[in-house]
């Protein structure tokens, strides 16, 4: 039954809270969590119809079938992530959690005596255990059974729904010996044990709350539940509700990015789906104005491709179709009934047990799926939704593109310092590209599977990323603390037919320095092309180096300017903050006028940057890979854009897809760019591009005042009328 | 109708050869080529029904509707490859081509009109052209409308059929125009105007020779007709039957390999249909045991999920559903209605509009496809079949994988100094992978979209393969004609159930240096696994510096021994022969033992090479990209074993998949290698492997001797028996 359909069968919340710490009334009810009495009964009876849930059922139960043949290991803990007895309690939890499913479904009791088996066993092993001996030095968040308590806690997660699956199979003495060993002391840990993490508004905090709080559900413990939704002391500093209140923005953006988000979503929506069968008068999924539903379908905008844009520490083949998201989608659709939905779990191809599951599986069954719409849009962050924003522009002209831009703020720990960078997307592939997290998940050759030391040292580093760098130092010198006190702003976001623009600035990523970038989407239908405009003002009080990377993928095709290559020697481009790791594969100083560099992706397409430069800047060609004495980088290509000891540089530049190489079929098509003109002016508060491609003439105006009203302008003696924030104008033709 | 067909219902060839020179008995016939009237009548009549044929009519036909919308172009000749007039010109030979066939079909008068219009246009071109502005300096075979006669012979080839296509179109005076000032001159400076490339026993001959002879074919010409089989001096010297005869081993293999092959495939089943139909008495498909066939077949065999094995001269990108094998696939299927080439008509996906094509068409309508075996096999190199020979192994065994050896002669002028390299591939990716050409096809900024000076300067170096380079020198110390007089010898191949070995070696590499490798790949079906066994012997007369590369596909993630990192500096490895492009990024002396090195592939799979080392052997970790100055290089890792001052060297190794990468799904299994010990001894012809993986022990046994009988040896006090080349015995369990 989905949360929605509870909620609103309430008037209003009958029980007071005090009553609700005194016992829940749905106490004898098991299961009850995500799975409730009535959707085991639905679904029992679906599974002799033909049709996704079944197959799903079906598919499943052979999978745990073949699992249980063998005897249950629980072994004692001794490895890191990716070593034996990690990945087997992982693999346990997941079991369990499956195993009370194929139980309450098939009621066949050897799948509830397996997960009952598995249970007393951990409850023999648990109370004998000492912190992991793989903890991280200096954690303030070890496990017992895993070397950090988020795993912990996802353990718990799990085998809590697992027990409460299983509960009408177990004696008295049974549960008492699984709760008393085992499932108390976890939750106690968890909680009272360690205090910081439970009460800390984090997605580790998220997962402790949502494991204690269920366990407070399943063994009458509303205290539990209590000090899960509002920190340890109940004061509502810490705690789920907060959670909700502070990690999402009021669109529903996870402050650490997408690849963090669909992480933290499942405990979310795991405890959420938990509150509402329980407690349906606390009303869950309206809280904050249904920020939930928001959060899910943020994360799903949030992807070009089926990955999610790999902001921050992000490993970039996470996408749509992770397990988080499959519930998050599950609960959204059945929340709204949103046809949309049902296009994304059509690519997922996974179908969730539950209630919620069968609903999915019942509309794609009747072939209910219509396109999700991934649309342009501005996400607010922080708390307030005013701590700048993270931008996506889309269109469908000239192919399947996306531009992300991100005057957003820090996010915490895995934030990475790239004020105002962006990222480009085209026919499927990353074009102008984000390094991501430098980790090898689960890898114990590589840093034991963790974040590696070059995640510190390069991917975090501004230089990583596609922004500038002032005296090549990172961001708030790459300071967290600072860079979460300072969000940059978003000064307007705009889309319509011509295209998408959106403009942020920063003043506090160096002192004394303002940073200030504008970037649009311009659809040119005439061309079936789009080509994406930048503008990057930097102001400074002072004489600085100002340099803006672009890491390209892709094979480098030409350059408009003689590029003086390193041939026979390579030397490292810096001696910290992120140069340290880039090899200087070349340089040059094109002259005043166009300078382009053109490259071939993987996705058979050429990809021209045409830069606007007056003499004084330097190109400077990398290479990621120095000072990588393990080989831990991807060794990735891009050019630094450098000019010194100036107090004010504007970096003026249009991305252009052009053409198709196709050696299969053995043709090449526009393997040149068509930019033939690129010339930039102020007037007032608009910027103003001219720009020829193809043998058009366009003017670009970008309105940047405060409030954009109707403008009217003069331009070479013509006059234009701009409505909003963008205008393309086409100019004469100058040839064909 | 296809070859066969036709010959067969001929008893004998019942006209002598003077009187086919006369004229031929169906000259009134149009068309008459690789189309026939009776296959004409048959694909009218198909139109009507749904199906792939009567899809892929209408499907072509929008295209062409949609181009002759436009005014014909037929420019002026000034562009080179990928420019403007030469990617026209091929445009409106393919224009015409299938202009002609929608003519035959739809029997619609504006086909034909289109055609003549623009052979008209052509006809009052071509006679004021000179040699193409853009010829290479000093070629021998520039063209008129392109820069190399080789696009004017297949402008021929495609503009002839399309003649004949129209011809019933046409009136006299039209007819004698295009034929008098077009197809007669193009016709003649194709041949007696370049007498080298047109009786040169080399693919740009059989584009010539076919172009030539089905002009004959059409114009009444039996003289090119017998010029084009036989030589331009009908001595049988030169021609394509010459062609037939030494360009494709008795195997049926290219020995330029199969990228050339797949390209020289077209004009040879082109030309040979055109005979078969003409002058069936020729009996061309049976020509040298049905030839023609074998070309076609060992073209599928040499892919690797569906793209060509990239030895010599090769654009990685080109794969089955090449145009031309799809001609030839379709061809094969009408010779053999073996279905198993309709499994590799559906992958490619493109139906011919040909009797041959309405046949595959039917068959795959009626859902006959079976899938396609590919085998393991050595394909014979060398018109006789003994100058050495290509290995292709395989197995399914834990994925399908293939191994590729090459003790094959040097493939003319597109031919690499890599006498013994190897190739792995698994779960669809290269793995141990082989440069290919260096060359950007059709891209104008890439050196003219020809092939590059790093193709020369690095790609078809020894060090840029897998394979023992000598003191730095490549194989034949790169000299062509002295590579192409030196073949390998193929010592032996084997396939069994338990896996698949070959042997072969050269004396003539190098003066005074023996080289002999013996790959094996061994299925060890209890691990759900394989292992490819590498032994290379390097015999000589002096000490010398011996080299042995493995160019690997994917990122570094371990290695058994300390690797020191050049982390600062890089400096290219050396100044010459390939070595002047590889930076040098680390290097090791591992210590007497096993030495690992294990990498993750993009496909999600670890791969470790385990070499068994006694000290003297230095591994130098190489990056491509040095001395490039155009970026022109892909950035590619690989390691080199390296002894000095060595008389004699044996490099043993095992290259063993394991494990899996899925942060995705967040699980990561066996990133380590499983192989515990290896060790290697020889017993007379027999060379011993003792191999523990995953705590099993192996003993390989491969039997060198001239001839391989039976052959019962002892080994640490237990006998075995070996039929045949390899044995592979499981040993006690050292450990579970």
């Known amino acids: 039954m989905s949360l929605l359909s509870l909620q609103t069968k309430l008037t209003a919340g009958v029980m007071s809270v005090v009553l609700a710490i005194a016992s829940f009334s749905s106490l004898a009810a098991h299961p009850n969590l995500v799975i409730t009495?009535?959707?085991?009964?639905?679904?029992?009876?679906?599974?002799?119809?033909?049709?996704?849930?079944?197959?799903?059922?079906?598919?499943?139960?052979?999978?745990?079938?073949?699992?249980?043949?063998?005897?249950?290991?629980?072994?004692?803990?001794?490895?890191?992530?990716?070593?034996?007895?990690?990945?087997?309690?992982?693999?346990?939890?997941?079991?369990?959690?499956?195993?009370?499913?194929?139980?309450?479904?098939?009621?066949?009791?050897?799948?509830?005596?397996?997960?009952?088996?598995?249970?007393?066993?951990?409850?023999?092993?648990?109370?004998?255990?000492?912190?992991?001996?793989?903890?991280?030095?200096?954690?303030?968040?070890?496990?017992?059974?895993?070397?950090?308590?988020?795993?912990?806690?996802?353990?718990l997660v799990y085998t809590i729904q697992a027990y409460d699956l299983v509960h009408n199979a177990l004696t008295d003495q049974q549960i008492n010996t699984i709760e008393q060993q085992l499932l108390r002391p976890v939750a106690l840990f968890l909680s009272e044990g360690q205090p910081t993490t439970f009460n800390k508004v984090?997605?580790?905090?998220?997962?402790?709350?949502?494991?204690?709080?269920?366990?407070?559900?399943?063994?009458?413990?509303?205290?539990?539940?209590?000090?899960?939704?509002?920190?340890?002391?109940?004061?509502?500093?810490?705690?789920?509700?907060?959670?909700?209140?502070?990690?999402?923005?009021?669109?529903?953006?996870?402050?650490?990015?997408p690849y963090y988000q669909r992480f933290a979503l499942l405990p979310f929506v795991t405890f959420a789906q938990a509150i509402a069968h329980n407690e349906p008068e606390r009303k869950i999924a309206e809280h904050r104005d249904g920020i939930l539903l928001k959060a899910i379908d943020t994360t799903i905008q949030l992807s070009y491709n089926g990955l999610f844009f790999p902001i921050n520490d992000a490993i970039k083949s996470k996408g749509i179709d992770t397990i988080e998201l499959v519930h998050g989608v599950t609960v959204a659709y059945s929340l709204t009934n949103d046809t949309g939905y049902l296009d994304i779990a059509k690519q997922q191809g996974q179908i969730i047990l539950s209630g919620d599951g069968l609903k999915v599986a019942q509309a794609l069954d009747k072939g209910l799926a219509t396109p999700y719409e991934f649309k342009s849009a501005a996400f607010g962050d922080g708390n307030d939704g005013k701590q700048g924003a993270l931008v996506v522009m889309r269109t469908q002209v000239g192919g399947n593109q996306a531009l992300l831009f991100k005057p957003a703020a820090q996010g915490?720990?895995?934030?990475?310092?790239?004020?105002?960078?962006?990222?480009?997307?085209?026919?499927?592939?990353?074009?102008?590209?984000?390094?991501?997290?430098?980790?090898?998940?689960?890898?114990?050759?590589?840093?034991?599977?963790?974040?590696?030391?070059?995640?510190?040292?390069?991917?975090?580093?501004?230089?990583?990323?596609?922004?500038?760098?002032?005296?090549?130092?990172s961001h708030f010198n790459a300071s967290v603390s600072v860079g979460n006190r300072n969000a940059p702003t978003l000064n307007f976001f705009e889309t319509s037919n011509v295209g998408t623009v959106s403009s942020g600035e920063i003043s506090t990523a160096y002192n004394g320095v303002e940073l200030a970038r504008t970037l649009a989407l311009i659809n040119v239908p005439e061309l079936d092309s789009t080509i994406a405009l930048d503008v990057f003002d930097v102001t400074a009080q002072a004489e600085h180096q100002f340099d803006l990377p672009l890491h390209y993928k892709g094979q480098l095709i030409d350059t408009s300017f003689a590029l003086?290559?390193?041939?026979?020697?390579?030397?490292?481009?810096?001696?910290?903050?992120?140069?340290?790791?880039?090899?200087?594969?070349?340089?040059?100083?094109?002259?005043?006028?166009?300078?382009?560099?053109?490259?071939?992706?993987?996705?058979?397409?050429?990809?021209?940057?045409?830069?606007?430069?007056?003499?004084?800047?330097?190109?400077?060609?990398?290479?990621?890979?120095?000072?990588?004495?393990?080989?831990?980088?991807?060794?990735?290509?891009?050019?630094?854009?450098?000019?010194?000891?100036?107090?004010?540089?504007?970096?003026?530049?249009?991305?252009?897809p052009h053409g198709e190489y196709n050696p299969s079929k053995e043709y090449t098509l526009e393997a040149v760019s068509r930019v033939t003109k690129l010339e930039y002016s102020q007037q007032g508060d608009l910027t103003l591009v001219e720009l020829d491609i193809k043998g058009k003439s366009y003017l670009v105006a970008i309105n940047k005042a405060q409030n954009a009203t109707k403008n009217t302008f003069t331009f070479k003696n013509k006059e234009f009328t701009l409505n909003g924030r963008l205008g393309v104008y086409a100019m004469k033709n100058n040839q064909e």
């Open 412 to 473: 915490l720990g895995h934030g990475h310092f790239d004020k105002l960078t962006w990222q480009f997307y085209d026919h499927g592939n990353e074009i102008v590209s984000d390094y991501g997290a430098a980790r090898f998940l689960n890898v114990e050759a590589k840093y034991g599977g963790r974040y590696l030391p070059e995640n510190n040292s390069y991917a975090k580093q501004t230089v990583a990323h596609n922004t500038v760098v002032v005296d090549e130092t």
């Open 202 to 257: 984090h997605n580790h905090g998220t997962w402790a709350t949502a494991g204690v709080g269920m366990a407070g559900y399943v063994m009458n413990e509303p205290e539990w539940v209590e000090k899960a939704l509002y920190d340890l002391d109940k004061s509502g500093k810490g705690g789920f509700l907060k959670q909700l209140d502070l990690l999402f923005s009021p669109q529903g953006y996870y402050n650490e990015g």
């Open 37 to 155: 009495q009535n959707d085991v009964i639905k679904m029992r009876s679906a599974l002799d119809s033909k049709g996704h849930f079944s197959e799903r059922y079906y598919s499943l139960k052979s999978q745990v079938d073949q699992e249980i043949a063998f005897p249950s290991v629980v072994p004692v803990p001794k490895d890191g992530g990716g070593g034996y007895t990690h990945e087997r309690h992982k693999k346990n939890y997941q079991l369990m959690y499956r195993a009370g499913i194929i139980y309450q479904l098939s009621q066949e009791q050897k799948y509830a005596d397996y997960v009952r088996d598995m249970l007393l066993q951990y409850a023999t092993l648990y109370p004998s255990l000492d912190v992991h001996p793989k903890r991280k030095v200096k954690s303030q968040n070890p496990g017992k059974l895993f070397w950090q308590s988020l795993n912990e806690a996802m353990w």
């Open 564 to 656: 003086r290559a390193n041939t026979t020697q390579l030397a490292a481009l810096g001696s910290k903050n992120g140069y340290q790791h880039l090899w200087l594969k070349g340089q040059a100083k094109p002259k005043n006028g166009l300078a382009k560099v053109t490259w071939l992706n993987d996705n058979g397409r050429f990809y021209t940057q045409t830069s606007l430069v007056k003499g004084d800047e330097s190109f400077l060609f990398t290479q990621i890979g120095a000072n990588d004495p393990n080989f831990n980088l991807r060794n990735e290509n891009g050019f630094i854009r450098r000019v010194n000891g100036q107090k004010k540089h504007t970096f003026v530049s249009v991305l252009e």
